[in-house]
C-alpha cells in the first residue's frame, strides 16, 4: 500500500536556527498537505499544494511540492521555541482517505 | 463558525468492553473522517463518512465501525476492546474527501487496561 515517509524523526535545533523535514510518497500524490502537531494536542492544517513543483511561503515557513509530485519539503527559518511540536505531512490515496507521513518532531532550545 | 468537538475527552475502559466516541463535525462540512494515533506515531486512517455513507477503510478489523448522522456529526464504535487500542482517536471534518484541510477535534483518548 501507499506508503509516506518522513525524515528526519527527530530533530533538535537551537532557537535561531534553520530547520527542514522531508517527506516521501512511495506514489505519485495529486496533493500533499502539511499539518502540525503541538505536544498534546491534535493535527492543525497548515497548508495544501497542488502544482508541481509549487512553493509557498508563510511568513518563516516554506512549502515545496516536487516536480514529480512524491516529495515534499518544509523549512523554517530561524526557528523560535513556539515551532515546537510534530509536523506531518499528508497526501491522499485513492480517492477516500488521506494518509499521513510519519512525522518529524521538531525541538527547539532556547 | 464552530470548530469540530470530539467527547468525552478522556476515557478508560477494561478489555473485552465497548465504546463510543463522538464527534460534531464543523458547520458546513460534510465529511467526516476518523484516526487513531498511537503515543509517538502518526494518525492511522479508520474510516471516512460521507453524506451518512462510509466513503473508505483503513486497515482495521470490523469491530471498529462507525456512524455518520443527518447534521454530518458521527460516531466511532469499538467491540471487544483490546489493550493495544489504547490511543488518542481522531476526529476530522472536511468539505470533501481529502481535497481540502482537515479540520481535526481535540481527540479522545481511550486507555484499555
Known amino acids: 500500500g501507499q506508503q509516506v515517509m518522513q525524515i528526519p524523526q527527530y530533530q533538535h535545533v537551537q532557537e535561531g536556527e534553520d530547520f527542514t523535514t522531508y517527506c516521501n510518497s512511495s506514489?505519485?500524490?495529486?496533493?500533499i498537505q502539511w499539518y502540525k502537531q503541538r505536544p498534546g494536542g491534535h493535527p492543525v492544517f497548515l497548508i495544501q499544494?497542488?502544482?508541481?513543483?509549487e512553493v509557498k511561503k508563510q511568513k518563516r515557513l516554506t512549502f515545496q511540492f516536487g516536480e514529480a509530485k512524491k516529495n515534499s519539503s518544509l523549512h523554517i527559518t530561524a526557528t523560535q521555541t513556539t515551532d515546537v511540536g510534530t509536523y506531518f505531512c499528508?497526501?491522499?490515496?485513492?480517492?477516500?482517505?488521506?494518509?499521513f507521513g510519519t512525522g518529524t518532531r521538531l525541538q527547539v532550545f532556547p | 463558525e464552530t470548530g469540530v468537538t470530539q467527547s468525552p475527552t478522556h476515557l478508560i475502559k477494561t478489555r473485552g468492553q465497548q465504546v463510543t466516541l463522538r464527534c460534531s463535525s464543523q458547520s458546513g462540512h460534510n465529511t467526516v473522517s476518523w484516526y487513531q494515533q498511537a503515543l509517538g506515531q502518526g494518525p492511522q486512517f479508520i474510516f471516512q463518512y460521507y453524506r451518512e455513507e462510509e466513503n473508505g477503510r483503513g486497515n482495521f478489523p470490523p469491530r471498529f465501525s462507525g456512524l455518520q448522522f443527518p447534521n454530518y456529526s458521527s460516531e466511532l464504535n469499538v467491540n471487544a476492546l483490546e489493550l493495544d487500542d489504547s490511543a488518542l482517536y481522531l476526529c476530522a471534518s472536511s468539505l470533501a474527501s481529502w481535497d481540502y484541510g482537515y479540520t481535526f477535534g481535540s481527540g479522545t483518548r481511550l486507555t484499555v487496561v
Open positions: 499544494l497542488v502544482k508541481s513543483g
Open positions: 506514489t505519485t500524490l495529486s496533493n
Open positions: 499528508a497526501g491522499p490515496h485513492n480517492t477516500d482517505k488521506l494518509i
